[in-house]
């Protein structure tokens, strides 16, 4: 009997001591913290100044075989390409072209800091019939040239941005224009002396260009118009004081003969 009441008592201990096994649980493991990232800094840029590019062709419309010239000016460019056949070119100058249709010419300039880009289009025609221009029309704009009811418009210094009493003078030359279109005009764009040869053309072709847009607006057919641009080249009055330049700075007319 004394070996039964043993036999229970260590059967009795041992399941408490299961079930207080069975009852304490294992924390799960701490979470690995994760490892400290460190960001690597963007190198600084080393660029320098952002390029720029000007692109002007002069006349910007010629006949079919005829010739312009494109010109163009960079600053902050170490490479200059003009798209269209004429390709790699220096960062200022001149070329001329003979171009067999209409077309858009793109300089692109390449710097330290970047690169620009700007565009100048040639329109091409085709050479005019006979019997279109008449010699009446021709007569006519050249009478009212010389009269002085089709005048030349002026500019300011270093300008081509028409004043309000240019835009005035073309409201009455466009009054003609569109009397005789059989006639084709040339506008020519002229500047004072200062400034180098190649900055001035570009200036003077500007003021024709804008002169011929304004006369457009204003009903005049743009084939009716050609634009050149002769620079310094041919003053109208000899001089270097303002009295002279001023009268230098003009956009002038003439008749296609």
């Known amino acids: 009997m004394k070996r039964v009441f043993t036999a229970l008592m260590v059967l009795a201990v ?15 493991p701490r979470p690995t913290p994760p490892a400290p990232t460190t960001s690597t800094p963007a190198p600084a840029p080393t660029g ?12 910007s419309t010629v ?3 005829g ?10 460019a170490t490479s200059v390409i003009i798209d269209g056949g004429v390709g790699n070119v220096s960062e200022t100058g001149s070329v001329v072209i003979t171009p067999r249709d209409s077309a858009t010419f793109t300089a692109t300039a390449k710097g330290a800091g970047g690169e620009a880009r700007a565009s100048t289009r040639v329109t091409v025609v085709s050479p005019k019939e006979a019997g279109v ?20 418009v002026f500019f300011a210094y270093d300008k081509s941005e028409l004043s309000p009493e240019s835009r005035s003078t073309l409201e009455q030359n466009a009054k003609w224009l569109r009397q005789y279109p ?32 304004y006369l457009v607006q204003l009903g005049v057919t743009a084939e009716q118009m050609e634009t050149i641009s002769l620079g310094e080249e041919r003053p109208f009055t000899p001089g ?3 009295a002279a330049y001023s009268q230098n700075r003009r956009a002038h007319f003439t008749v296609k003969r």
Request: charged fraction near 25%; charge should be negative; glycine fraction near 10%.
């Open 182 to 213: 059989g006639a084709t005009v040339v506008i020519e764009g002229h500047c004072d002396e200062r400034g180098t040869e190649e900055y001035n053309l570009a200036l003077g072709d500007r003021r024709a260009q804008g002169t011929r847009e």
């Open 133 to 152: 221009v008449t010699s009446s029309d021709i007569d006519n704009i050249l009478k009212a040239i010389a009269d002085g009811r089709i005048k030349d």
């Open 14 to 28: 041992f399941s408490v001591l299961m079930v207080l096994s069975g009852c304490k649980k294992t924390p799960p």
């Open 67 to 76: 010739q312009a010239t494109l010109s163009w000016k960079t600053q902050n």
């Open 48 to 59: 320098g100044p952002a390029p720029t590019v000007e692109i002007q062709a002069s006349p």
């Open 240 to 242: 270097q004081d303002e």
């Open 63 to 65: 006949e079919r075989g």
